[in-house]
């Protein structure tokens, strides 16, 4: 009879082990220091970057262009006004790439977007949309400075 009461009183144990919560690791400052909102979220605008209309620029003009879109890029991560940027793999429906603009309004974007040489020229067109997402997302930058053997 001991032995019985002994396995259940273990699986008992085991169980209310399993069910206890993680302790959460809150941190305060940083949560502060990223703008987080008490589910550790905030604010950002997602632009979405498709083919443009200008389909007559040469091919010096067009690579001049993207050149100055690369170095903008670069402008605005070390700005903290971009917290995400890449380009799509080739698809058929013109989509060339992302930015995830560290901004809370349409309007703040929109002035971002307008110092983009590709997109002065139509080389890309830009689709803006408010968006809600971890606050950490900011810390990808840094991150990825870390992990970046061969620089762009």
């Given at each position: 009879m001991k032995k019985p009461?002994?396995?259940?009183?273990?699986?008992?144990?085991?169980?209310?082990?399993?069910?206890?919560?993680?302790?959460?690791?809150?941190?305060?400052?940083?949560?502060?220091?990223l703008h987080a909102?008490?589910?550790g979220m905030k604010k950002y605008v997602f632009c979405l970057l498709k083919s443009g209309s200008n389909t007559t620029a040469s091919k010096e003009e067009s690579k001049k262009l993207f050149e100055g879109h690369m170095e903008n890029i670069g402008k605005l991560a070390k700005e903290g006004k971009l917290a995400i940027a890449g380009p799509f793999m080739k698809n058929d429906r013109n989509y060339r790439g992302i930015y995830i603009f560290?901004?809370?309004?349409?309007?703040?974007?929109?002035?971002l977007v307008a110092t983009d040489p590709a997109i002065?020229?139509?080389?890309?067109?830009?689709?803006?949309?408010?968006?809600?997402?971890?606050?950490a997302l900011q810390e990808i930058p840094e991150m990825h400075e870390k992990i970046a053997k061969t620089k762009m």
């Open positions: 009461l002994l396995v259940f009183v273990f699986l008992i144990m085991s169980a209310i082990g399993f069910s206890q919560e993680t302790e959460v690791k809150y941190d305060e400052a940083l949560a502060k220091s909102d008490e589910y560290n901004v809370e309004t349409i309007e703040e974007a929109k002035a002065k020229a139509n080389l890309l067109e830009a689709e803006l949309t408010p968006w809600y997402c971890t606050a």
